[in-house]
């Protein structure tokens, strides 16, 4: 079986810094992503940014330049660095991991995190 966890959300000024982490564990053979996801009040689910096990990258564009993704494959966790927050970036965080154990794949998903940046 296999976990997603995230954390590090929070309530931040306009122009503020968060990092949030999200951790995988159980029997995980192989990552193939992790990613973040964000959720606004009455709006869909979005992508945020994504990592590959690659090192490959994918930023949202409202969030390029501000936002960093990076990871510790060691720990199967992946960060999410968010710089000049703005109110527009007020959202649920949810991370998203997919891989494989050794008898099935998965595409699990956290519980999500509150980020509120609002002065």
């Known amino acids: 079986q296999v976990h997603v966890v995230e954390s590090g959300g929070g309530l931040v000024q306009p122009g503020g810094s968060l990092r949030l982490s999200c951790a995988a564990s159980?029997?995980?053979?192989?990552?193939?992503?992790m990613g973040w996801y964000r959720q606004a009040p009455g709006k869909q689910r979005e992508l945020v940014a994504v990592?590959?096990?690659?090192?490959?990258?994918n930023y949202a564009d409202s969030v390029k330049g501000r936002f960093t993704i990076s990871r510790d494959s060691a720990k199967n966790t992946v960060y999410l660095q968010m710089n000049n927050l703005k109110p527009e970036d007020t959202a649920v965080y949810y991370c998203?991991?997919?891989?494989?154990?050794?008898?099935?794949?998965?595409?699990?998903w956290g519980q999500g995190t509150q980020v509120t940046v609002s002065s």
């Open positions: 159980g029997s995980i053979f192989s990552m193939n992503a």
């Open positions: 998203n991991a997919e891989g494989r154990t050794v008898v099935h794949g998965f595409s699990l």
């Open positions: 990592l590959t096990s690659g090192g490959s990258t």
